[in-house]
């Protein structure tokens, strides 16, 4: 049993959220800081009860080394069985709250460590940044503290427990605990040491905590920042120490002259004492006010003076001076409304679950500003602090949220006062340690736990305490309502997958004064994200809306080496875990590898930064195009303008365009240069002009089309041939189900529970996936052979019950060798009927797409497609599709629908053996129906007529 607190067992009890932890505080790194990770000894044990009072300080021989930072669950336990376990709503184990299982793995973490000689004269404080779900900590063998929140640091004083010279640590880490009810994100469930752990030496005086407030004033162009500098003091209190406060602007020149004031002392005196505190204040004139847009940052030092003029202790705090306020339906940063091009972040890594680096974080903010993603919401749970740090400098918007989820028990919890000092702890405490961050421009309460008294609690516990910053909280809107409801838990309008017709509603409305923001929407589920821009033309036309957060950044998939030795990227289930939701956990618009998927590149369209439109007629008449500019606070003289005249055979011409200084939330018609006659489309393209810190020079941000020829002469090549036998096209009505049509590996969820499409079932239902298509519809063709190719034309018949059928097209083999592709119509990357608005008329070129999704399932299309070219590079050889009448959609892939629906993973799949090829006169949309709204219904196949003619060629 554990010593000490064994017999009371805290971490079933939802009441104790901590036993000898210091208070939360903005971050402080003016100590001496020692790291303790790397390599530990771990010894695991089936539950805390069964982990012997030895364990502590004794045998290491039955112990394992692992890494820490790291999760016990992506490591070699040497036998011992806790593998991931993902799950989405559901708890890994029976409840109700707060019941735990019976086996409840626990692992005791070991190493020594060294505490120099100069550190005795101070106090000595050992930090454990994250540990899921609940800690106890042994220094010696004496017991120290434990700690809940597996999502913000902990950190105690050891001064008593510590020696000159080697020390032991121990860290029982309980994987399941009374917390886990609160920490039931959409997520892995791991355990272990996931973040740094660190030991610090302070002086016996010191600076405790430093919250910083500044403001700034568009009006006036001025800035403030105020600041309360606590002290701690090692013994009595003593009179004679000071604060000496120093303000330096973004060069480095110091503002106006330092603040000094006395440590107050006497904590005797009645309704007189307000702590051991001074506060120091300046006024800024032309201020220099930090944005997502220009992340310019003072610096404020701050040095603690003892009696005899000595400086003891200097912190340096890097701040932004920035407003942030919600007024008439706007969300206002600096008096400006923003645009929320945002993301919903896990942290993850493939290889180490929860255990990221600090570059793992700066790649994925490198990633996202390379796709124009500027605001960020930290689901479900606070980031490392070196995550605010970059956000902070580099210049994100973020929503920072409290690690509380109640999903399982969504409607109870809220409510249970035994839960309600964790709820007000871990908000308050997020807000403790990241109030000085200017990225932060909102705190958020959590995440799917209901809406009940500790929200309110919470809420205002936090607007008491930083009145600076909006509220948000979704589940407080979805059951109070959006027009009023919620109030003391939300300043903003915060749904989940609404329609576009009910955001478009509650603009037009008018009603209330709270912006809407969408919390998560489009889910990037596999071959996803279908009317992104749909979203986004009501979003910049309707008042009181003003953008949201795209779920999510990066699917969650974990490197998995199976027995024959192959490595694999496995989902929920794929590690024998009982419960789990299966492939719900791959829904990001990146890979775990961090390589975009397909819809990547419709959402760096959508959040563009410069729009630019215009139309056949008004290029006709005056030659010129509308250019917006969408940013708040900057010009557009940091990108490059050119303009690419598009032919039907390719790049007819490119020219750089000079664009007049166009303000913040401006637009100009701007003319654009002689056009060739020609010309089927003028792409406007907007490149950075200089190295940025996300990308070179010349990276694409932006850009548009103007279609001026609707309907282009497509000329032959000259010698072309017919296909002959090569090509034998037959009716296709199927395609291999995205994650949005159902859920083909969780059918109970459609079927039953009708959760996520009704597409999937209702195809099964009427034998679309298995039936020969020439059985369902009425088909006709019609070919003719000339000396230059063979004509198909195909005449398709839908009747009523088939209304809303996957595809209506053809499709064909060709041998493995063909393995280039080149086409004109939309692209270069994958595209679909509602998620095509960022692929841009041309002719593009490329090879054999692999599938890009974790489960198999459709993909590869492109859209529009006036002729499409399969080439075999190795001979030359080509076989060259043209649209005679409407443009037609084309894919080229390894694998037959049949094939992609019938496997679970990617990883099933054998090397593509030939290619297979579809011609779709209609290809139904993508939507979002996994989680949120199905394809809207000018997306969907009617019953009807289908009509469709091409050629195919073989050209020499």
């Avoid at 000894?41 to 080394?65: C, N, Y």
């Avoid at 809107?477 to 989940?496: F, K, N, Q, S, Y």
């Avoid at 490329?846 to 006036?866: F, S």
């Amino acid at each position: 049993m554990l010593p000490v607190i064994g017999t009371f067992a805290p971490w079933t009890d939802p009441a104790v959220v901590q036993i000898g932890r210091l208070p939360a505080h903005t971050p402080l790194r003016g100590f001496r800081r020692r790291s303790l990770d790397g390599r530990w000894q771990l010894e695991m044990f089936e539950s805390p009860d069964a982990v012997p009072a030895t364990a502590i300080d004794g045998d290491r021989r039955r112990a394992v080394e692992v890494d820490v930072p790291g999760n016990w669950t992506m490591q070699d336990l040497d036998g011992f069985d806790d593998l991931p376990q993902y799950t989405n709503i559901q708890m890994p184990f029976a409840g109700p709250p707060p019941e735990l299982p019976d086996r409840n793995p626990t692992g005791v973490f070991r190493r020594s460590f060294d505490v120099p000689k100069a550190w005795s004269s101070g106090r000595v404080v050992l930090g454990v940044d994250g540990a899921e779900s609940v800690h106890a900590v042994y220094v010696n063998g004496d017991f120290v503290g434990y700690g809940t929140d597996s999502r913000l640091p902990s950190e105690y004083d050891v001064t008593a427990h510590v020696r000159p010279g080697q020390n032991e640590l121990a860290i029982v880490v309980v994987k399941w605990s009374a917390h886990s009810y609160i920490e039931d994100q959409d997520q892995w469930w791991m355990g272990g040491l996931h973040r740094p752990v660190w030991i610090e030496s302070r002086p016996s005086t010191h600076l405790a905590d430093l919250p910083i407030t500044t403001g700034y004033d568009a009006a006036t162009g001025s800035g403030t920042v105020s600041l309360d500098a606590f002290v701690s003091f090692g013994g009595v209190p003593e009179a004679g120490w000071t604060v000496r406060a120093t303000l330096f602007d973004p060069n480095g020149r110091q503002v106006g002259s330092p603040r000094t004031g006395d440590v107050p002392h006497e904590h005797a005196r009645p309704y007189q004492f307000t702590g051991f505190s001074v506060a120091a204040e300046f006024a800024v004139k032309k201020a220099k006010p930090w944005s997502a847009e220009r992340p310019d940052r003072y610096e404020v030092r701050v040095e603690l003076i003892d009696r005899r003029g000595r400086s003891r202790h200097v912190e340096s705090m890097l701040v932004g001076l920035r407003t942030i306020e919600t007024r008439d339906r706007q969300l206002l940063v600096n008096g400006q409304p923003v645009w929320i091009f945002g993301v919903n972040r896990h942290d993850h890594h493939p290889d180490r679950g929860k255990a990221v680096t600090v570059d793992d974080i700066r790649d994925d903010l490198v990633a996202m500003r390379r796709l124009n993603i500027s605001a960020i919401r930290t689901s479900h749970y606070p980031n490392r602090d070196e995550f605010y740090d970059l956000c902070d400098e580099l210049g994100f918007y973020v929503i920072d949220e409290s690690n509380i989820e109640s999903h399982g028990y969504n409607w109870s919890v809220c409510d249970d006062a035994r839960y309600r000092q964790a709820w007000v702890e871990r908000g308050a405490r997020m807000v403790q340690r990241d109030r000085n961050h200017p990225s932060v421009i909102i705190w958020s309460l959590g995440n799917e736990s209901g809406y009940g008294v500790n929200h309110d609690a919470l809420a205002g516990w936090i607007r008491r305490a930083d009145p600076t910053r909006p509220l948000h909280y979704e589940d407080a809107i979805r059951i109070e309502g959006w027009d009023d409801g919620g109030r003391p838990a939300t300043d903003l309008v915060c749904p989940m997958y609404p329609t576009i017709d009910e955001i478009r509603s509650y603009g037009e409305r008018g009603v209330g004064d709270r912006p809407l923001i969408l919390c998560e929407y489009s889910h990037a589920m596999g071959n996803s994200n279908g009317s992104l821009a749909d979203y986004w033309d009501v979003i910049v036309a309707t008042d009181g809306l003003q953008g949201g957060f795209l779920w999510e950044w990066k699917d969650h998939g974990l490197r998995q080496r199976l027995p024959d030795g192959s490595v694999r990227l496995a989902y929920g289930g794929q590690f024998g875990d009982v419960p789990h939701d299966c492939n719900f956990v791959a829904d990001g618009l990146m890979s775990a590898d961090l390589d975009p998927h397909p819809a990547a590149a419709e959402l760096a369209w959508v959040y563009r930064p410069v729009v630019v439109t215009g139309d056949a007629a008004t290029v006709a008449s005056s030659g010129s195009v509308r250019v917006e500019n969408r940013r708040s606070f900057s010009t557009l003289r940091d990108l490059r303008a050119s303009v690419v005249a598009v032919g039907i055979d390719g790049e007819l011409a490119r020219r750089r365009w000079k664009v007049p200084a166009i303000a913040p939330h401006a637009a100009a018609d701007v003319a654009l240069p002689a056009l060739p006659t020609d010309t089927v489309a003028v792409r406007i393209e907007w490149a950075t002009a200089a190295d940025t810190w996300f990308a070179p020079a010349g990276h694409l941000v932006a850009w548009d089309e103007v279609v001026v020829d609707a309907d282009p002469t497509v000329p032959s090549p000259p010698g072309a041939q017919p296909p002959g036998e090569l090509v034998t096209p037959e009716l296709s009505l199927f395609r291999a189900p995205i994650d949005n049509d159902g859920f083909k590996l969780m059918p109970d969820l459609a079927r039953r529970l009708r959760v996520g499409g009704q597409a999937l079932a209702t195809w099964q239902d009427a034998g679309v996936d298995r039936t020969d298509p020439e059985r369902l519809v009425g088909h006709t063709v019609s070919v003719e052979h000339d000396a230059t190719g063979t004509t198909y034309h195909h005449i398709v018949d839908v009747p009523p019950e088939l209304a809303d059928l996957p595809r209506v097209g053809v499709a064909f083999e060709l041998p493995d060798g063909f393995d280039r592709t080149r086409w004109f119509g939309r692209g270069p990357g994958e595209n679909y009927p509602d998620r095509n608005r960022g692929a841009m008329l041309g002719v593009w070129d490329g090879g054999i797409d692999p599938l890009p999704y974790l489960v198999p399932q459709e993909y590869g299309l492109r859209t529009d497609c006036r002729w499409f070219e399969i080439i075999d590079s190795s001979t030359g050889h080509t076989v060259r599709i043209e649209a005679l009448d409407a443009p037609l959609h084309v894919s080229a892939v390894g694998y037959s629908a049949a094939e992609l629906y019938d496997s679970a993973s990617s990883f099933d799949l054998a090397p593509p053996a030939r290619v297979i090829v579809h011609i779709d006169a209609a290809h139904r949309g993508l939507g979002t129906a996994s989680c949120g709204p199905d394809v809207l219904d000018r997306y969907r196949l009617g019953a009807g007529t289908y009509e469709f003619t091409y050629r195919v060629t073989l050209p020499d």
